[in-house]
DNA sequence: CAGTGGTCTAGACCACTGA
DNA sequence: CAGTGGTCTAGACCACTGT
């Protein structure tokens, strides 16, 4: 199967998915479907683009899992009316955040205690009796400088053996992921005012402007760990697309 | 063509892509499949699951693109060794986003003015020529009370229609979505303080933390609009994986 | 160079849903 | 009911890449 350039379209030259998805987003970005528009169905796509329709399928439904297009089983395909995106930002590991900017990565555990969860934790994890948690208060440093400030508490009812962990060396973080490694979570981002203490680990001014994750963990439906991570002022979450 | 296959795994029922992402995702949580263990290749999890190996290649490319799993050929796939996992944010159109609520969105322009592209800008958009851009400030209301302020510039080079464009009513999101409905975009989220004017029209104190998303815009390599949204104090981005 | 995933195909049947 | 997408299959060849 020779291929002699990337024009495809209807010459008759065989298509990959991938020739067949980005040729149709072209017609998209360029106006020739507009948003609305109804599009050519499965059959029709796979004869213009002279290929099978298992092709043509999977260069739809990655449209679709794109939010370019919408599909509907009778209705045909659609493109979107409002390009309703959505946006994949990495979540990544701080060790690994900051090593890939060339920094030195140090960690240290500020405190650890053993509380009763509070209230406003128990509504958030849903969890419905009250028990202990572990409190874990840490610091993530790039080059010496303060990177981030990390606030955990872990449900001892569902993790006991962190009771008995050592934090002073490795941080909670990389704890659980050698513990759990694969759970369901929830992530919340939002801006907050550096109060008294989080002003002092992160050394910047009280009332600078941090830009905090929040993350609320399960395994099997049990409440795991809350945790508010708290960057330096300037900190930014980029992504493409 | 009849299926008598017999055991697969688990029970005795013919599995689909779905059965089987979701059963090797349950042994990967398990901890039957350790962070960095080799799984079986292809055809060998098609045998054990009675399914063809494009069954099984789709479940496992899922598992991929998920971040689960890693695969290189040859190599074969293996448990990742950090859930390097991503998080996807829907980034709603202010509109629907408020609507969705169940508030009733209204929407005002501040100001409008051309004004020659600022250094910083021209930085941003990786512009070459100075050049000239129109600069909206617009707030969206839900239920009468501020909710979003919009501060936008668009490159009168690449848009030249948005000049004699009217905004009173309609806002530049919705009129650029209905002008350049897609395009390439890089979004950036942080947190910063609300300056004097900022906290005017969103009616908080000045200093107050608001929550920011910057979105950058190009279509076929040209730069067409930067806008900065800020969200009133307490908004927060959450999503689920 | 051999093993593994990546992709394509032609055909089939199913599931949903609009008219 | 009939049209459209959703999925599965069995087989084939290709593209990488570790050994």
Redesign the pocket.
Known sequence: ?LKFNHDEGHNGM??????VKSDILSKITKGEWGPGSL?????ELAETY??????V??A??EL?DDGIVE???????RVRMAPLRQARFDIPIVRCEIEEKGAAYRYSLVSQTVEDVPDWLRARLKLDAGGRALHLVCMHYADGAPYQHEDRWINLAALPQAETADFREVGPNEWLVSTIPFSDAEISLSAALADKSLSAHLGCGVGAAVFAVERLTWWEGQALTYVRLSYQPGHRLTTRY
Chains 1, 2 share one sequence.
């Open positions: 199967m065989k298509s990959t998915y991938r020739d599009m050519p169905n499965e059959v002279g290929c099978a329709r298992a092709t399928n999977r739809m439904r679709a599909r509907r089983r009778k209705a045909g395909t």
